[in-house]
């Protein structure tokens, strides 16, 4: 079995092409992401107009790497939500009009759902397993029950992680160090961050601590460390943009603070789960992914809390964490497998911006707390 995965629901336009041993054959990013840090954030009429122009080159290059031509593939899978509106038509479009033409079956995928099932395609992970998403628009805790059937516990009632940590980066003009300047700001939060000196000079409140439910809350986070960075740039008499000479002990700060907030979460769902028995003892499995699980501390920090209970923790490879189209196709792959959404045609009205994980039973979850 071949698969072509397309992915725009972002800033990245992905794409790849496996086979049905699980390999990889080839794949192609092009990445928006120094165009829109320019903005602040991503603008969808940059985004759309970027997508358009990669759109055809992004496929054609992940075919030429796996050495296949568009009439051996086997079905085209795609994302169709959640994501920016204008993203997601140029890679559904794409899609419609190569299936189309070569007649290939579509298959229509969550983007939520392929980060939460990629880790499968490297690691054995039987149904049911928790897992945590940490990524730049989302931050969920749920269990996947199987590739169609998810059940959400809790979700960020503000802010994303990685939107924050972006943020933050942002603010205390990380990307004005040179060898911060590549990459994008919750990379260069943790690159800091190890260079901290102090990292428990700067205390933040953990959010929601006396909430009994599964839920995040990030935007505290973002504006305290705002008030501590005015705070010193204060202190120190500094304009324009020089960078606080504590900035790394900020960033070690944050960073904790994101970790130990996710953790404890972590935590509440996995004694939901046991009390509840949603997990036999042979199978307790934590996944983390989404962009935010590239980072070791806050990885580690999850993967200590799952070790005390009796868990497992696993994730993706980094560059499968954040957005790619290698997740897109192997979501495409477990569809086939199961027989399940494989369409000979895909209606452009199934494109979704916002479209929520799974079944909703956080009420259920802070009830029982
Ligand atoms: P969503 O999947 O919710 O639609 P997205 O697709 O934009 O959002 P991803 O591509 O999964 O998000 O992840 C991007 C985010 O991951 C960015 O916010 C980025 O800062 C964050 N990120 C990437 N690497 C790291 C790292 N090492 N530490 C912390 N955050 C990171
Ligand atoms: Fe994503």
Known sequence: TLILGIETSCDDTGCAVIDGRNSILGESLYSQNAIHVRFGGVNPLVAHELHRENIEKAVAEALEKAKKTINEIDAIAVTTKPGLLVSLQVGVKYARYLSRKYFKPIIPIHHMEAHALVARMYHVLPFPYIVLLISGGHCLLALVRDINDFVLFGKSLDNAPGEVLDKVARR??????????????????????????????????????????????????????????????????????????????????????????????????????????????????????????????????????????????????????????????????????????????????????????????????????
């Open 172 to 369: 205390m003009k990380l990307k004005n160090i040179k060898e911060y300047s590549t990459v994008c700001g919750g990379r260069a939060v943790e690159l800091a961050a190890l260079k901290s000196s102090n990292p428990g000079l700067f205390e933040f409140t953990l959010p929601l601590l006396r909430h009994r439910d599964c839920n995040f809350s990030f935007s505290g986070l973002k504006d305290a460390l705002v008030r501590k960075l005015i705070k010193k740039e204060q202190e120190h008499n500094m304009m324009g943009d020089e960078i606080i000479p504590e900035v790394n002990d900020l960033c070690a700060g944050i960073q904790c603070a994101v970790a130990e907030h996710l953790a404890h979460r972590t935590q509440r769902a996995i004694m939901y789960c046991e009390k509840n028995n949603l997990i036999s003892p042979d199978n307790r499995r934590l996944v983390v992914s989404g962009g935010v699980a590239c980072n070791n501390f806050i990885f580690e920090s999850i993967k200590l809390v799952g070790n005390n209970m009796g868990y497992s923790t696993y994730r993706p490879p980094a560059n499968v964490c954040t957005d790619n189209g290698v997740m897109i196709a192997w979501n495409g792959l477990e569809k086939v497998r199961k027989q399940c959404d494989i369409r000979s045609e895909l209606s452009l009205k199934e494109v979704d911006p916002e479209a929520p994980l799974g079944i909703n039973c956080i009420n259920e979850v802070t009830a029982a707390n």
